[in-house]
């Protein structure tokens, strides 16, 4: 739990994890077995909202559900062996750790996918949770007392403001600086290479 110092939630896909090429290679996967033709690249400038809502861009609403559960079959196969970090992540969680923090992964990939992710990129945290997007983030948020959540969809920003947590948004996603700025984060950043000088003269309750 995220009760003893302070706590730091992050995001996973496009914040701390580079799953671009894995997200595309699930959903080149399911346009051959399937033969309907998916944008991956469309996919891939959308990634952020729970899988049904993707998935709904390709298939009739009767199919959304076996679709589901066929990429969340592959994704540990296909998709978690070609993930990489984000520039700064392990870093950042370091530096959360150094100055005394906790950090909490909350992602709206399922828990079983996020957890295989964290682990394969061998990221430092206290506490996972995946399945939950936008303020439904916020809920982990607030138990867990997060003083600032780090993502890069509008829904992050969400996230924070639902746990009354410092909303820092990094321009790592689909969003840029100005549309992050706009919509309400608190904080934006060019990349995670950016987040130890932010966290150094962020204020921290002793």
């Not at 995220?2 to 995001?11: L, Q, T």
């Not at 066929?70 to 994704?75: G, Q």
């Not at 909490?104 to 682990?119: C, L």
Request: net charge negative; hydrophobic share 50%.
């Amino acid at each position: 739990m995220c009760r003893d110092g302070y706590c730091v939630g992050f995001d996973l896909d496009l914040t701390l994890a580079d799953t671009r090429t894995a997200i595309a290679a699930v959903y080149a996967a399911l346009a051959a077995e399937t033969g309907v033709a998916i944008d991956t690249e469309a996919v891939v400038g959308r990634i952020g909202p729970p899988l049904e809502e993707e998935l709904a861009y390709w298939f009739p609403a009767g199919r959304i559900a076996a679709m589901a559960a066929r990429y969340r079959a592959l994704y540990a196969d296909v998709a978690v062996p070609v993930t990489a970090l984000m520039p700064g992540a392990r870093d950042a969680l370091a530096h959360v750790r150094a100055d005394g923090g906790r950090v909490v992964i909350v992602s709206g990939k399922n828990q079983a996918d996020t957890e295989r992710t964290v682990r394969f990129l061998g990221l430092d945290a206290d506490v996972v949770v995946g399945g939950l997007f936008g303020v439904d983030k916020g809920v982990v948020l607030r138990e867990h007392r997060a003083l600032a959540y780090v993502g890069d969809h509008t829904g992050d920003v969400d996230a924070a403001r639902a746990a009354s947590a410092t909303a820092v948004a990094v321009a790592t996603g689909a969003f840029a600086a100005a549309e992050l700025t706009a919509y309400g984060a608190d904080v934006v950043l060019p990349d995670l290479l950016a987040f130890p000088g932010w966290l150094g003269g962020f204020r921290v309750p002793r």
